[in-house]
């Protein structure tokens, strides 16, 4: 008796061999996986991938989130975030008041300051080097992880330094790595309906390229669930696979889910878990060249953080303590968590937490 099988299945199967024999999906592939509706294959295809990669080890770091200014020159349709100079709720802190607010949150835990904020035209280029440098005198301990890509754009068109002068000073106060966001969808028919006036597709990406060749390690991210194709979050995860062939510079992908515009939108509102766990599996197929894929739980919750880390995702971010760019778009997730929860969260998952520093080094394995 011949048993019949659909076009869906053998397309299925053969993309099961190549993740099996470890070779590389197409723009075709990725496509399909998302059009499928076979989430427990595709789940069980990227854990596979995974434990390759990393066994049940399972990654955290103590951090805090933190916004020198929310005073922002661009008019990104999804950020509620931004505002502009003299608006209600307007700020924009000097190194010591940045300080003073780290001071009542610090512990000697903390191994990393996770610093975005908007782009502000109202303070020079100066004020953010300075912001860095303050911070470092006072906490020399704690890595700065800093600033997006599209920040280091906006900061080389106010100071008319390039990248990689820009880079330079930030460097020589401070910092030590770059934070992923900026990206949203690599798509210059994305960023123009979605209003992103700031670093496009190319700018976004030589940005990193130019930290890696100084030596740096980045973030990277993708901000999905608005009006992009799937095959528009593909060419994404492809731009940034092209360019870790090229510098392996990239530490961390971070899928983001975009929330809604307030806290009290309803779930029609929001990604579903379905599309959210398959965008974390089907990121750790695609992005073969890269160690971790981030479960974000400020975006997704910490159960389905959980979940995640049965499929394909290593990393569960950090404590955070405050985070406030993804709560004032209406994220309805804890703001921080403590250092036991994430263990708890890993260990309840049967993986093995590790805390970590921001390049990934192994400070302590939790068994």
Same mark, same amino acid.
């Given at each position: @008796?011949?048993?019949?099988t659909s076009?869906?299945?053998?397309?299925?199967q053969?993309?099961?061999?190549?993740v099996?024999?470890?070779?590389?999906?197409?723009?075709?592939?990725?496509?399909?996986?998302?059009?499928?509706?076979?989430?427990?294959?595709?789940?069980q295809?990227?854990?596979?991938?995974?434990?390759? &990669?990393?066994? &049940?080890?399972?990654?955290f770091?103590?951090?805090?989130?933190l916004?020198?200014?929310?005073?922002?020159?661009?008019?990104?349709?999804?950020?509620?975030?931004?505002?502009?100079?003299?608006?209600?709720?307007?700020?924009?802190?000097?190194?010591?008041?940045?300080?003073?607010?780290v001071?009542? /949150?610090?512990?000697?835990?903390v191994?990393?300051? /996770?610093?975005?904020?908007?782009?502000? #035209?109202?303070?020079?280029?100066?004020?953010?080097?300075?912001?860095l440098?303050? %911070?470092?005198?006072?906490?020399?301990?704690?890595?700065l992880?800093?600033?997006?890509a599209?920040e280091i754009?906006?900061?080389?068109r106010?100071?008319?330094?390039?990248?990689?002068?820009?880079?330079?000073?930030?460097?020589?106060?401070?910092?030590?790595s770059?934070?992923?966001?900026?990206?949203?969808?690599?798509?210059?028919h994305?960023?123009?309906?979605?209003?992103?006036? &700031?670093?496009?597709?190319?700018?976004?990406?030589?940005?990193?390229?130019?930290a890696?060749?100084?030596?740096?390690?980045?973030?990277?991210?993708?901000l999905?669930?608005?009006?992009?194709?799937?095959?528009?979050?593909?060419?994404?995860?492809?731009?940034?696979?092209e360019?870790?062939?090229?510098?392996?510079?990239?530490?961390?992908?971070?899928?983001?889910? @975009?929330? #809604?515009?307030s806290?009290?939108?309803?779930?029609?509102?929001?990604n579903?878990?379905?599309?959210? %766990?398959?965008?974390?599996?089907?990121s750790?197929?695609?992005?073969?060249n890269?160690? /971790?894929?981030?479960?974000?739980?400020?975006?997704?919750?910490v159960?389905?953080?959980?979940?995640?880390?049965?499929?394909?995702?290593?990393?569960?971010?950090?404590?955070?303590? &405050?985070?406030?760019?993804? /709560?004032?778009?209406?994220?309805?997730? #804890?703001?921080?968590?403590?250092?036991?929860d994430?263990?708890w969260?890993?260990?309840?998952?049967g993986r093995?937490p590790?805390?970590?520093?921001?390049?990934y080094n192994?400070?302590?394995?939790y068994?």
């Amino acid at each position: @008796m011949n048993v019949v099988t659909s076009a869906e299945s053998t397309r299925m199967q053969a993309i099961q061999e190549k993740v099996r024999r470890g070779e590389r999906l197409t723009l075709e592939d990725g496509v399909f996986l998302y059009q499928s509706d076979d989430l427990l294959t595709i789940g069980q295809m990227a854990n596979e991938a995974n434990m390759r &990669k990393n066994g &049940k080890k399972v990654y955290f770091i103590e951090n805090m989130s933190l916004y020198f200014t929310n005073v922002c020159e661009a008019h990104c349709a999804f950020c509620n975030f931004r505002k502009d100079e003299g608006q209600d709720g307007a700020y924009t802190l000097t190194g010591q008041q940045m300080i003073e607010y780290v001071e009542q /949150h610090y512990h000697p835990g903390v191994r990393e300051f /996770h610093i975005v904020g908007g782009h502000n #035209p109202n303070v020079p280029f100066q004020y953010y080097v300075d912001s860095l440098r303050a %911070l470092k005198e006072r906490f020399p301990e704690v890595t700065l992880k800093a600033y997006t890509a599209a920040e280091i754009d906006f900061f080389s068109r106010i100071s008319g330094l390039s990248y990689r002068e820009v880079l330079q000073e930030l460097m020589k106060a401070g910092l030590e790595s770059l934070t992923g966001g900026g990206a949203e969808i690599l798509s210059d028919h994305y960023r123009k309906k979605m209003r992103v006036d &700031k670093a496009d597709v190319t700018q976004y990406l030589q940005v990193h390229r130019t930290a890696h060749e100084l030596g740096l390690r980045t973030h990277t991210t993708m901000l999905y669930g608005s009006i992009e194709t799937h095959e528009d979050r593909v060419r994404h995860l492809i731009h940034l696979r092209e360019l870790q062939d090229e510098t392996n510079g990239f530490l961390v992908f971070i899928p983001l889910s @975009m929330q #809604p515009i307030s806290p009290k939108a309803g779930i029609r509102r929001r990604n579903s878990a379905y599309e959210d %766990l398959k965008t974390i599996a089907i990121s750790r197929l695609m992005l073969d060249n890269f160690q /971790h894929i981030k479960a974000y739980f400020i975006n997704i919750g910490v159960q389905l953080t959980q979940v995640a880390l049965t499929m394909g995702a290593s990393d569960v971010h950090g404590t955070i303590v &405050k985070e406030k760019i993804s /709560h004032a778009a209406g994220a309805l997730t #804890p703001e921080g968590i403590t250092r036991e929860d994430l263990i708890w969260l890993v260990k309840g998952a049967g993986r093995t937490p590790i805390e970590r520093d921001t390049f990934y080094n192994e400070v302590k394995v939790y068994e």
